[in-house]
C-alpha cells in the first residue's frame, strides 16, 4: 500500500529520532540504514530539527522520481 508524500513527513516529524538525513542526496533515511538507499552513500546528519525540516520540504512536494513502491498498471 503506497503512502502519501504528507503521510510519510507526518511519521517522520513525529519520531525523527527514527531517521537520518543523507548528507549527500538530502533524503530522509531509517536511522538504521548503513547506506543511503537513494545515493549509496554513508555519511549522515542526525539532527532531529533539519531531519523533521526536510521531510516537512519534501512532503510539501509532489513525487517526481519513481520509488521501488511504484509499479507498471
Given at each position: 500500500?503506497k503512502?502519501d ?14 531517521y537520518?538525513?543523507c ?5 530522509v533515511?531509517?536511522k538504521q540504514?548503513?547506506?543511503?538507499p537513494d ?5 549522515f546528519?542526525?539532527?532531529s ?11 510539501s ?13
Amino acid at each position: 500500500m503506497k503512502q502519501d508524500y504528507k503521510e510519510i513527513a507526518t511519521t517522520v516529524a513525529n519520531d525523527p529520532a527514527s531517521y537520518k538525513l543523507c548528507s549527500v542526496c538530502g533524503a530522509v533515511v531509517d536511522k538504521q540504514a548503513p547506506t543511503c538507499p537513494d545515493c549509496m552513500a554513508y555519511r549522515f546528519t542526525d539532527d532531529s530539527e533539519q531531519v523533521v525540516n526536510r521531510a516537512i520540504d519534501l512532503g510539501s512536494r509532489g513525487q517526481n522520481a519513481v520509488s521501488h513502491l511504484d509499479t507498471l498498471e
